[in-house]
Each structure stands twice: as structure tokens, then as C-alpha cells.
């Protein structure tokens, strides 16, 4: 800790570690800001679009220190600028900057900061630390937006939320001034710029300047705003920057700051000849502290771009826009700026439980940091949620645009962050799919196109993302104990899974119903494989049976059996025919160009390499990064066995021991490159030695991805395998360092990339998260006990909390919402020991079958009436 008294979360980043952060401000689906490593509002991601590597003007804060009239210093709140001191291309600037210019002035570099800045992080929260031997006083920021379980809104505010704390470390009483500044976001021609007060409902009175523009018509994608924010008591502003030429708006405003006194507010008269300008305003608070005293001060910056547009692939047949969901709950930027400072206790005090919970977890620290980090990607441009509120995302992101559109169902299917935190926001993506993207036949287009309703996308289906939304929509049912819900997509999901051997199939996937999928097979790597292999055969085989349960639950025997009848012969065959000894391969002769003879001339074009004279991208007896994710899912979903048990584990064995690289110093890499020289990782196909390898084969077939790498770690400690697995995990994150990536932007194609949110399967693996919600049960399994003791976080859709036992006795407890409770599944040898169970006060009757705890009636349990076991004889407190 530097010297104040803003506590430190996880790792702690200082110097050139801080080079590469960037941590997200914003809500689900609403954009974000940017908080650089050394203090910058950086990445102006709030247009409904990204905006990597961008920054809004002089946007900063700054603060200085006062007494008896008399300035003893002032300095931008940011530490020393770690970019390019040649300069870095700026879209948009003009001709004489960029490199060969140095860095822009706008970055407040050239201004006097902070020599010592510390970061430290644990998603939703970011503490910054600052310090200077010149400033009389310390420095500290905690800045978030609200991140709470199954609350969806608030989770989505369109704010960044930033307090600050200040020390006076000097002997006698000192003044300061905090000052937010901000450009407007947006250069007009009718620059609005107004300052207001709103009386608080229950507290101080919120002060605002409002940053907009009188130029765009209401429905326009430009029409919007920005609002500086916060409720201390004292407070001075500029509505406008001096405007002038040359570098007369900097000059003006630091002579206006750097003296003892309030900043003079400034405005220009609306009938100024219109000229398109960027102007820039700020608002200051002042407080007044004794020596050794600490005060807070709150600011918030929040913003109002109510008009989506499909910028990225155009309507060419009718509307292309719509309403941001955030539209729909707040008129302007002003209305989400009071709604955060006036509920900012609550938000932030739900924010920091569930941090807590996250983080008290027991798992290792590098699990911990993994499954948190990546949550940033809900609250990036990656996301956005439509006017009713449903969730929509793109894979990633591209400096400025959305990278590969469509909630894209192949990638998506890794996000399991999503089913748990935020399961009303997850089964909006199923409805959508399910509404829009299915063919009457049953084929599912794998990317929505937007606005919603426009025709679907016609390229064919996608086999792991076409089966993996059946096992999703089996999985949000047993999270959601909703059947209703289950029964309005149901028709559908059936639908789908019979697309497998249907005749308007024109992959011929299964059409002799064999239970294994042998034709042409989209998949997530971009390309198709042919023949029978596991990867997307597991796909297959899952949702089959999980269709067969559903099937059977809603009363349809006849599907049930049909689906259970394929998925026992399917699996038979997999496990008989695709296992080599040590894993899974898919089984093709790469010299067959026949195999392509029942699909279009350009399958032949695209697939057959006539020098070798063989298929290209294939596995063949390659060892796949995903041979048997299916079995994953299912563990991850309580679907039970997909591959034969000891085989699985086998094959996870064999994967580490072929394509766990623990530095890629001397490997050859022809595709992206996600880890370079001494980085570790664990790549998507190797071919061991003995095994031939295709001449053109799997695509990205080199690369480590974050995505897959956590799927398989979390597999390995499922399986038992829990120091193979902890080593990919911390060989990710230690790439991920703050000097070379940035540890909450997991890149695969493009930042902020969905399927990285894999990561939070490992907190599931480490428990051994057991559910459902249909009969009321709820279960863990630990993988590893810490000195006796067993902490984890849990969410399902009525409620969330943590799982806690040792020697003595186990606790479920609530922390938001309410959870109904028929049956605890526990290990056997802890439910041997159990002597008393309570809830509400009272002993409840139960009965032990095996490693479940069966009460005789169910139990509602909130954040007041946690359940509580006894052990060896001690009665629960």
C-alpha cells in the first residue's frame, strides 16, 4: 500500500505492469470506460460499438491541495504515461500527429501526475493507489460498476462509479479539490453544456453538468449524452473549457485550476455562429480536512446513446435500428447519474458481497482470478441488451466494430458465467435462437442477425452449436426449475435434434440414425470435418440425451425413447470405434476425395489439397484440445456419462501430456499467436510422434486459446486431475500479466473474447456444483478440501450464495433471493457424520440415501435462514 487507506484486491500491479490494463466501467450490455493502469479514462466504449484505444478528449480528474489562500500543489490524478513516446495513431486525428508527434496532449502526460500509482483488482472492483512527495496528502480510488447476481438492471447501468478517498498526511488542516473533467463524447455544431442540481431522496443533493447536443434528431444513433456527476456538498464547476486556438483550452483551464480558490464557471451564448467544435467541462468538489482525517468523495460518469443501429452488417430489406434497453429505463444521462450516487450503498454493498463470496472461495487463488477476470467481458462492447431487455452478443470485439456477430451459438456454448450469475439474461438468448434462427425443418442458423426478425442467416448449421443449445436449454430448466418455460421451446429444441437424420439435411449428418454424425460438420474452429469423430459426435450424443430426459419429463415417451434408443448405440460405437488406446480420433481416410462428392463443387475447392492428394483441415488421429468437451458439459449440467468414464480420463491425460507446451520457444506456430517465446500453454491439435499429420491440417491448429484451454483445465480437475489443470490455468494468466496483455481482456478473435468466460466452469470443478431446481436439490463435491475446510461461491435462478464446511458442521447460506430445498447432496463419508439439520429455528426430519440428504418437507432459504448441518454430534449454532 502506498500510503492511504484504500485496500488492495488480489494482485497488485505497479510500473510496467501496468502497462496493458485496461479495466472496463460499465454495464451489461450498456458499454463502458476504460480505467487505464496508471489512472486514464481510456476506451470510451459507450456508442453502443467498441472504441478500443480511444480516449474522450482531456477526460481526466485532477486534485489540489490549499491553504489560508495559498496553492501548495496540483496534479492530474494518473500516473507515468507507459504508451509509445513516439506517438500511436489516433483514429480520426489530424494530419500532424500520431508517430514521429509524440503522445497526444490529450493524455494529460505532459501535465504534472503522480509519481507512484499502484493497481490492484478483483473483478467488479478496481482499487487505485497514488502517491508523490510533492502532493501533501494521499490518494486512493475504489472505482466499479455494479456486478450482482440474477439483478440484471442493476448489473446493466450505463455509469462508471468512481470514489475516492483523501488523506491529509499534513500537520495542519488542508483543503482539496477533486475535479472531474470531460470532453464531450461527440464534436457538434449545437454543443449543450448545462449544470444542475437534483435534491437527494434520502440524501445529499446530486450535482450534474450535462454534455449533449442539440444537432441529432431523437431517433438519430448520434443523439445522446454524457453527465458528470456527484453529491459532495460543496462544489464548483466550468461548463465550458476556454475556447480558442492552438493549445489555448489547456492553457486556460490549468491556469484556472492550479490557483487557490473555486473553479469560475464559464458559458458561451447558444447563438454563437455554429462551428463544429469538442469542447470540454468540468466539475469540482471541495472538502476540507484536519490533519490525519480521511474523507470520501464520490463521482460518477454516466452516459445516454439510446439508438442501436446495425452499423456491422446492414438490414438491406427494412429497419435497422432499435432502442438501447437502458432507453427504457432512464430518459438521460442525468436520470442514471442520480439513480447510481442515490443507491450507491446498496449497489456497491451488493457489488462487494459478491466479490467477497467470489474471492473467500477456497479454490486457488489462480482459479479465483481466472473465473473473475473474465465476467469483464459482460460489461465490454463484446455485449448488448435489446429493447426488451434480451441478451445479445458478438464473439468479441475489433478496435471499432463488433467482431463475428450473432450471439454466435459455437461460442457461446463455453460461456458459462452467463446460465449461473445471470440466468434470466441467459434464457433470453435461448428464446431468441429458438424465435429467429430455426429453419421450419429444424436446422438452426448459429447467428442471430439483428434487428431481430430480419431474415436469418442462411449458411448452414453448425453441429456443435446446433446440439450444444439443447443441452443449453436443458441446463437453464434444471437451473431455473422452470418447466413452463421449457414446454414454450420445447417443439423446437425437439425439432432440432431430428434435424440430425432428416432429408432436407443437406450435411447428411446422421441420416441412417446411427447415433454418430459421419457427413459434413460445421464447427467452431470455421471449418467442417467429415466422417465420425467425438468432438462433435459428444455434441450429438448430449443432446440426445438430454433430450430424452426432457422428453420423458413433459410426457412424450415415444421421442424418449427414440432419442435414448440412438444416444445408447451412438455412444457404443463412439467409445468402441474413436478410442485409439489414448484418446479419441476421428476415423477418415485423408485420401478419399469421394467424401466430398455429395456436397456442392466448392466443398472440393475448399477441402481437397491436390499436391498431397488429401483432405485438408482434418484431425485424423490427431489429439483435439476438444475430444470430449461434450462430457464437460454434461458434467457441468448433471447429465451424467457421454464417453465411456475411463476413457475420458485417459484421453484428458494424454491431452496434457501431447499438447500442454510449457513454452513455445521452439514451436512452430503458422496461426495467431496468443503465446510467444517462454509463455506456456495448452494448443488445439498436436499429432503425436508415430501419428501422421495432415499436410494442411485442423484449423488454428497451433494457437492457444483461453477459451479451450479453460474447458479442458476445468475437465482435468473435474476428473481428478487437479495439478495438470491448475497448470494451464496459471500458464494463461501468467500470460495475462499487465505488461503484455491485459488481465481482464482475454483476446481470441478480438478483445473481450465470450468463450474466456469458460473460466467460470473452474469454480464448478473445484466444488463439484451439483443441481436442480425442477426437484429442489443442491449438491457439492469438492475436489479438495484446504486444511480441513471447504468454501464456494453458488447462483442459480432464485437465489445465490456461498456453500461452507469443516469438522464441525456445513452452512448453505443465502446472500440474495431465496432457494427452495428438497435435497443436499454431500460426499458420503461427510453425510455419515451428520447428527443434527436446521433452518428458521427449528430441527427439520430428514433422511440420509446415500450422498444425499433428503428433507422431509422442502425448506425455503433466505439471506436470515441459512441451512445448517451438524456433524459428529454438535448441535448447529
Known amino acids: 500500500m502506498i500510503g492511504n487507506g484504500v485496500k488492495r484486491l488480489g494482485n497488485v500491479y505497479k510500473g510496467a505492469k501496468t502497462k496493458e490494463i485496461r479495466f472496463p466501467l460499465g454495464g451489461i450490455g450498456s458499454g463502458s470506460i476504460g480505467l487505464a493502469g496508471n489512472g486514464r479514462l481510456v476506451d470510451w466504449e459507450i456508442f453502443n460499438r467498441p472504441n478500443k484505444r480511444s480516449f474522450n478528449g482531456f477526460s481526466h480528474f485532477a486534485i489540489k491541495a490549499e491553504r489560508q489562500g495559498r496553492l501548495l500543489d496540483a496534479r492530474v490524478v494518473q500516473g507515468d504515461l507507459l504508451t509509445s513516446y513516439m506517438g500511436e495513431p489516433l483514429r480520426g486525428a489530424p494530419l500532424h500527429s500520431g508517430y514521429g508527434f509524440g503522445p497526444e496532449s490529450q493524455t494529460m502526460a505532459g501535465m504534472p501526475h503522480f509519481r507512484e500509482v499502484e493497481f490492484s483488482g478483483e473483478f467488479p472492483l478496481a482499487n487505485l493507489s497514488f502517491a508523490d512527495p510533492t502532493f501533501p496528502g494521499t490518494i486512493g480510488l475504489t472505482a466499479f460498476n455494479p456486478f450482482i447476481p440474477l439483478q440484471e438492471d442493476d448489473s446493466s447501468l450505463p455509469a462508471a462509479f468512481f470514489e475516492w478517498e483523501i488523506e491529509n498526511t499534513e500537520k495542519e488542516t488542508t483543503a482539496y479539490t477533486l475535479c472531474l473533467s470531460a470532453g464531450n463524447p461527440l464534436p457538434t455544431e449545437q454543443v449543450c453544456h448545462r449544470y444542475g442540481m437534483a435534491e437527494g431522496r434520502h440524501g445529499p443533493n446530486v450535482h450534474t453538468i450535462l454534455l449533449g447536443s442539440g444537432q441529432y434528431a431523437d431517433d438519430h444513433p448520434h443523439c445522446g449524452n454524457i453527465a458528470l456527476a456527484t453529491d459532495t456538498e460543496e462544489v464548483s464547476y466550468q461548463e465550458f473549457w476556454y475556447r480558442g486556438g492552438w493549445c489555448d483550452n489547456l492553457e486556460m483551464f490549468w491556469h484556472d485550476f492550479a490557483q487557490p480558490g473555486r473553479m469560475k464557471n464559464r458559458r458561451y451564448p447558444e447563438e454563437e455562429p455554429p462551428h463544429a467544435r469538442k469542447d470540454t467541462a468540468s466539475l469540482a468538489a471541495h472538502v476540507e480536512l484536519k ?19 446495425n452499423y456491422w452488417n446492414p438490414n438491406p430489406s427494412g429497419a435497422n435500428g432499435w432502442r438501447n434497453y437502458y432507453a427504457t429505463l432512464f430518459e438521460d444521462s442525468r436520470a442514471s447519474a442520480k439513480y447510481a450516487l442515490e443507491h450507491w450503498d446498496r449497489l456497491y454493498g451488493d457489488t462487494l458481497q459478491f466479490k467477497e463470496a467470489l474471492f473467500s472461495s477456497t479454490a486457488p487463488d489462480v482459479v479465483k482470478e481466472a473465473a473473475s477476470a473474465n465476467l469483464a467481458v459482460l460489461k465490454s462492447a463484446a455485449v448488448l441488451r435489446l429493447t426488451d431487455g434480451s441478451l445479445y452478443g458478438f464473439e468479441g470485439c475489433i478496435e471499432d466494430t463488433g467482431c463475428c456477430e450473432g450471439s454466435c451459438t459455437h461460442v457461446w456454448n463455453y460461456a458459462y458465467a452467463v446460465p449461473f450469475l445471470f440466468p434470466g439474461l441467459e434464457r433470453s438468448m435461448r428464446e431468441l435462437d429458438y424465435r429467429y434462427n430455426k429453419r421450419d425443418d429444424g436446422r438452426m442458423a448459429f447467428r442471430l442477425m439483428l434487428p431481430p426478425g430480419r431474415e436469418r442467416a442462411d449458411f448452414r448449421a453448425c453441429a456443435d452449436g446446433q446440439f450444444g443449445g439443447v443441452i443449453n436449454a436443458y441446463r ?94 451412438g455412444k457404443k460405437r463412439v467409445d468402441e470405434h474413436l478410442f485409439n488406446g489414448e484418446y479419441y480420433v476421428q476415423r477418415i481416410d485423408l485420401s478419399d476425395k469421394t467424401l466430398l462428392d455429395p456436397f456442392e463443387d466448392d466443398c472440393a475447392k475448399s477441402y481437397w489439397n491436390p499436391e498431397l492428394n488429401e483432405l485438408k483441415y482434418q484431425i485424423a488421429g490427431g489429439c483435439a484440445i476438444d475430444q470430449v468437451v461434450a462430457q464437460w458439459h454434461a458434467n457441468l449440467c448433471g447429465l451424467g456419462e457421454v464417453f465411456d468414464k475411463e476413457q475420458t480420463r485417459t484421453a484428458l491425460q494424454s491431452l496434457y501430456r501431447y499438447n500442454f507446451k510449457s513454452s513455445r520457444r521452439e514451436e512452430a506456430n503458422t496461426w495467431r499467436l496468443y503465446s510467444l517465446n517462454d509463455e506456456g500453454g495448452l494448443v488445439i491439435c498436436t499429432w503425436p510422434e508415430g501419428v501422421d499429420k495432415p499436410g494442411i491440417p485442423l484449423t488454428y491448429n497451433s494457437e492457444t486459446m483461453t477459451g479451450f484451454e479453460y474447458q479442458a483445465a476445468s ?150 435462514n441459512p441451512l445448517i448441518i451438524a456433524f459428529n454430534g454438535r448441535v448447529p449454532a
Open 291 to 309: 490533519p490525519g482525517e480521511k474523507k470520501r468523495v464520490r463521482f460518477a460518469i454516466s452516459w445516454h446513446f439510446p439508438n442501436v443501429e
Open 476 to 569: 437453464d430448466w434444471k437451473i431455473s426449475g422452470d418447466t413452463d418455460w421449457l414446454r414454450t421451446i420445447w417443439p423446437d429444441l425437439k425439432q432440432s435434434i431430428a434435424y440430425a437424420w432428416a432429408e432436407s439435411n443437406e450435411d447428411l449428418w446422421d441420416p441412417d440414425k446411427t447415433g454418430v454424425l459421419t457427413g459434413r460438420q460445421h464447427h467452431t474452429l470455421d471449418m467442417e470435418l467429415f466422417g465420425p469423430n467425438s468432438w462433435l459426435s459428444g455434441f450429438y450424443l448430449a443432446a440426445l440425451k438430454a433430450g430424452a430426459e426432457m422428453a420423458a419429463f413433459l410426457g412424450e415417451q415415444a421421442a424418449a425413447d427414440e432419442f435414448d434408443s440412438l444416444f445408447r448405440k
Open 715 to 864: 475437465h482435468m480437475i473435474q476428473e481428478g486431475f487437479v495439478a495438470e489443470g491448475l497448470s494451464i490455468v496459471q500458464a494463461i494468466r501468467d500470460r495475462y500479466d499487465g505488461e503484455k496483455r491485459n488481465p481482464w481482456n482475454e483476446i481470441e478473435c478480438g478483445s473481450n473474447y465470450a468463450r474466456s468466460m469458460a473460466s467460470y466452469s473452474l469454480l464448478q470443478a473445484f466444488s463439484g456444483f451439483e443441481y436442480d431446481s425442477v426437484v429442489g436439490m443442491i449438491g457439492f463435491k469438492p475436489v479438495r478440501m484446504e486444511d480441513g475446510k471447504f468454501r464456494t461461491i453458488w447462483s442459480l435462478d432464485s437465489g445465490w450464495g456461498t456453500f461452507e464446511c469443516n469438522e464441525a458442521q456445513a452452512t448453505l447460506q443465502v446472500l440474495g433471493g431465496r432457494m427452495d430445498v428438497k435435497t443436499l447432496k454431500l460426499p458420503e463419508e461427510q453425510l455419515a457424520e451428520v447428527e443434527d439439520v436446521r433452518a428458521h429455528g427449528r430441527r427439520l426430519e430428514h433422511e440420509i440415501v446415500g450422498n444425499e440428504l433428503r428433507l422431509a418437507e422442502s425448506v425455503r432459504l433466505d439471506a436470515n
